[in-house]
């Protein structure tokens, strides 16, 4: 299927389809459960500096044997780091743990606008990009008054902007925020985490019907919805079913149905980006 294809960012750049999070893979057993998903086919790789795991990023790399340009590397930049020269740091930072020379995407992990730096945390972003240590840059958990922020600010829109989605809150509206902007959507915790909807009768009755798994349904509708879901497994056989997902496509009103699970605020931890911090 020609979703399985990369797609085509705002920047020139490309992203893989789909991406393996790495959160909370640390040490040894870390570093095989993301080896394992570079093996298995997986492209994009999901950390950032609070995730403590860059360096088990770097070295599944390293140990993959998988050409480096291969390879799509994402971090994110944390709250306590956005300060200009602050981010600056941090990202060579992050570029040393990594043991890469240029970061293929890079976040600004939250806004955290209480503290308002995350403008001048862009303004970094955008310098390293243009000192070539960035490929891509972009934001995550971003709101549409923060993206125009800092695209009026620096005249530079992101490529990307992940945010918390999945069938309980599936972001219509800033999912049409970043089509409008021209922003690739990105979804972290897309199968819903402990919350996972794998029995709700719209996938199960989907799963069925494919002969796939409730979570291969809602990977499926992810991608029909044009967002970029970044699914973390450290089973190798579950991380090859999360990946097999280009083999079937669900229906309009399946996909409106999934959609229809949507609840007023299904967020998992009551992560507003207007008031959550994280530094």
């Known amino acids: 299927m020609t979703d399985a294809l990369p797609l085509a960012l705002n920047d020139g750049s490309t992203l893989p389809p789909i991406g393996f999070g790495t959160y909370p893979l640390t040490g040894e057993e870390g570093t095989a459960a993301i080896l394992s998903a570079i093996e298995v086919g997986y492209r994009l790789l999901d950390t950032a500096v609070n995730y403590g795991n860059e360096a088990e990023v770097g070295e599944a790399i390293r140990r993959s044997g998988v050409p480096r340009e291969e390879l799509t590397v994402c971090t994110k930049l944390p709250g306590r780091h956005h300060g200009f020269d602050d981010a600056v740091r941090s990202s060579l930072g992050s570029l040393e743990r990594l043991g890469i020379d240029q970061i293929d995407l890079h976040l600004i992990h939250w806004p955290n606008p209480r503290h308002d730096r995350y403008a001048e945390a ?119 079913l999360n990946l097999d997902v280009f083999g079937f496509a669900l229906s309009e009103a399946e996909v409106e149905a999934i959609s229809a699970l949507a609840r007023a605020d299904g967020r998992l931890f009551g992560g507003d980006p207007d008031t959550h911090e994280e530094m």
Do not use: D
């Open 122 to 240: 862009w303004r970094a972003l955008v310098h390293l990009q243009e000192e070539g240590l960035v490929r891509s840059i972009g934001v995550s958990n971003f709101t549409a008054s923060q993206l125009h922020r800092i695209i009026e600010e620096t005249g530079v829109t992101p490529a990307v902007n992940q945010l918390e989605l999945h069938p309980y809150f599936p972001q219509a509206e800033m999912r049409a925020v970043n089509r409008s902007l021209g922003i690739q959507t990105e979804s972290w915790s897309p199968l819903g985490k402990r919350q996972a909807p794998f029995s709700e009768p719209p996938v199960a009755a989907a799963a069925e019907a494919h002969g796939v798994t409730p979570a291969q349904v809602i990977l499926r509708w992810q991608l029909q919805l044009g967002a970029v879901p970044i699914p973390k497994s450290a089973a190798p056989e579950r991380q090859r």
